[in-house]
């Protein structure tokens, strides 16, 4: 049985969790597939991952610089609401679109409304927080050379004469 390792392509299955509360819309799990180290998934949940077994199940802390970050208050702006579209009803909570000075466009969520003003928020919900996965190995793929050799050497290959 191999352990995971950079390079490799595993699937596993994750629960996150904030100071007892899911997020996300599965509680019972989520599953997912990425190689190691092209940093498709969180970064904390790849480091978890390496070293371990197919079958074997870990819970960890992952703190907010390998999740989704600080928060960071240069994300967090006030814009009057003469800026906003005429048919826009702001609502706190509210996610919405905006276009950045460069052109950009973002997503960001309203967090204040008053009769002149809203304040938009475009952190990542979760920035700024440290998070606890529950992490288990379902499966770690293998190329043909890995399944034989155990990765150290390639396979001879027959050729035809």
């Not at 610089?65 to 006030?78: C, D, I, P, W």
């Not at 679109?97 to 052109?103: A, H």
Request: with cysteine; aromatic share 4%; charged share 30%.
């Amino acid at each position: 049985m191999h352990d995971a390792k950079r390079g490799s392509h595993v699937r596993v299955r994750y629960r996150g969790t904030l100071a007892r509360h899911h997020f996300g819309k599965h509680n019972s799990g989520k599953t997912a597939e990425f190689t190691i180290g092209e940093h498709r998934v969180l970064r904390g949940v790849e480091d978890a991952v390496i070293g371990m077994r197919e079958g074997e199940t870990k819970s960890v802390m992952i703190p907010a610089g390998k999740a989704y970050g600080r928060h960071r208050s240069e994300l967090v702006t006030t814009i009057h609401r003469s800026r906003l579209p005429v048919d826009m009803i702001p609502e706190t909570g509210k996610w919405v679109y905006v276009q950045t000075g460069g052109g950009e466009r973002i997503r960001a969520q309203i967090h204040n409304v008053t009769d002149t003003t809203v304040v938009l928020d475009a952190n990542h919900p979760l920035a700024g927080r440290d998070l606890k996965f529950e992490i288990e190995l379902l499966e770690i793929e293998r190329r043909d050379d890995e399944e034989h050799n155990c990765g150290n050497r390639p396979r001879e290959r027959a050729t035809a004469q």
